[in-house]
């Protein structure tokens, strides 16, 4: 049922983006750049919940542990290019990416889970390839709680704003908070003390600020051969479509930090048209999703800059990042829905699988307890969720994770472990509905059941030897 629904709103949004192509008619939409007189009011009255940060606001020593780390993680050789899939077909990402964050977390986005390499974490025993590796990792871990801390005053502001218009029944000139959006942004956010926030609502805030990981990206648009120029409102070289950043906890924030390798010979141009965007610069492109009314905006990012993307931002509108022309880090804390993709939650399952398996005392024979069809079923559909999601998604992207930490390699083993008596298990099926004993009925809806799963286990196992 869900994977249909997935279907059926995958051929809506094409359907979408193509009906909005057509009536393009090869013109192009309007966008804004800082350089237009309405930009700033354009941003307050439909980008009201992107939040900027110029470098300058950002503490200095966070800025070179941060970029120093970033150098390091190259240095090591720890950037891959993802191979995702889309529409049945696999494609290299032209951004090359590392996962860093809470020990056994993955996140999975089109069709590929990446496994954190995990940063120092009290009560782990992480051991890192390098001191400087591990130095990274917790820079990483220290702009990952600066940024929490930030997303939680900037959420603060505006419900502290929110409030206020509905209390004085009157819309609060934000003007000045906004023209404060480009060198401090959130100056209101600065001195919280007569923010008094609700329990419950502190609650919700801390659930969809604590970033649990951090996708990090890298890419020198000077070494891409070739680059999806931006289809909508004409932005130029894109490095990262439009999208919504996927699986993550419903409205939690999401958090940038940029960094562009900025060289002097790179500058930016001083004669670029007014309403375009100056292609020698990174910017972040947003747009309201499905809207050909409303301009888009694009956002220049400097060195240092940071932006959060707050509350339902990310669900009503979609955002690329524009090339710019010299190499460019960013680091993209999320809050990522682990509730399927922590290996907390997937040895729970195992042992919920295995449960069904018994060795008898005696010869030490493996059987079944059940063959129920819901009991076989559900142990079948873990052995495929074990096999598919985790076990052929770290060993197809190979041994890249051993760049920096060899912590995976355990929980890998203990995974493969159940992995065999789940094949076990599937074994004894087998040879228990060969036998004639059981009710016709109940052996028919066990057979019914189980085929279903085998087949699907099949049809993934022939896919993956494919790619």
């Given amino acids: 049922g869900g994977s249909m629904k997935r279907r059926a709103g995958e051929r809506e949004k ?8 057509e009536e393009l008619g090869g013109n192009r939409l309007p966008y804004m750049t800082p350089a237009n007189a309405d930009f700033h009011q354009l941003w307050k009255t439909k980008y009201s919940k992107l939040v900027f940060r110029k470098s300058d606001t950002v503490p200095e020593e ?37 996962l860093i964050g809470n020990p056994g977390c993955t996140y999975k986005y089109l069709n590929t889970r990446l496994f954190t390499v995990p940063w120092p974490t009290e009560g782990y025993d992480i051991k890192y390839c390098s001191p400087q590796i591990h130095d990274a990792c917790k820079a990483l871990i220290r702009l990952n709680d600066y940024l929490h801390i930030e997303a939680v005053k900037a959420l603060q502001g505006q419900n502290w704003f929110e409030t206020k218009e509905i209390k004085d029944t009157t819309v609060i000139d934000r003007e000045q908070s906004f023209a404060t959006s480009l060198t401090e942004q959130g100056s209101v956010s600065k001195d919280q003390s007569g923010v008094c926030v609700p329990e419950e609502d502190s609650l919700s805030l ?18 891409m051969l070739y680059l999806k120029q931006e289809p909508y409102f004409g932005m130029g070289n894109m490095a990262v479509s439009w999208h919504h950043d996927e699986n993550l906890v419903e409205r939690s924030a999401v958090a940038v930090y940029s960094y562009s390798c900025e060289d002097s010979a790179l500058e930016e141009s001083n004669d670029q048209e007014l309403r375009g965007r100056d292609p020698a610069v990174w910017h972040v492109g947003l747009k309201v999703a499905w809207d050909i009314e409303t301009p888009g905006l694009a ?67 493996l059987s079944l307890k059940s063959l129920e069809a819901a009991v076989v079923k ?80 099949q049809k993934l196992r022939k896919e993956w030897t494919v790619r």
């Fill in 378 to 457: 559900q142990a079948e559909e873990i052995h495929n969720e074990v096999e598919f999601e985790w076990l052929r998604q770290f060993w197809f992207q190979g041994k890249r994770y051993l760049k920096c930490t060899d912590w995976w390699l355990k929980p890998m083993a203990k995974l493969e472990e159940f992995w065999r008596k789940m094949e076990i298990m599937t074994s004894l099926v087998l040879s228990e509905i060969r036998k004639q004993q059981e009710i016709e009925e109940q052996r028919g809806e066990t057979i019914s059941c189980f085929l279903l799963v085998l087949k699907e286990r």
């Fill in 62 to 98: 966070l800025h070179q542990m941060v970029q120093k780390g970033f150098l390091t993680l190259r240095e090591h050789d720890c950037f891959f290019q993802d191979l995702v899939r889309i529409k049945g077909k696999d494609f290299l990402t032209p951004v090359s990416r590392i």
């Fill in 206 to 223: 801390k659930n969809r600020t604590s970033y649990n990981l951090t996708l990090l990206n890298y890419m020198d648009p000077l070494q």
């Fill in 14 to 21: 094409e359907l979408k983006k193509k009906k909005l192509l």
């Fill in 299 to 365: 956002l220049p990012l400097h060195h240092g800059d940071c932006y959060l993307m707050l509350d339902d931002l990310n669900m009503t509108h979609q955002h690329c990042v524009l090339a710019g022309l010299s190499p460019r880090f960013s680091s993209t804390h999320r809050v990522a829905d682990c509730s399927r993709g922590t290996l907390e939650y997937i040895f729970g399952q195992c042992e919920l699988a295995l449960q069904n398996l018994q060795t008898d005392s005696d010869s030490m024979a």
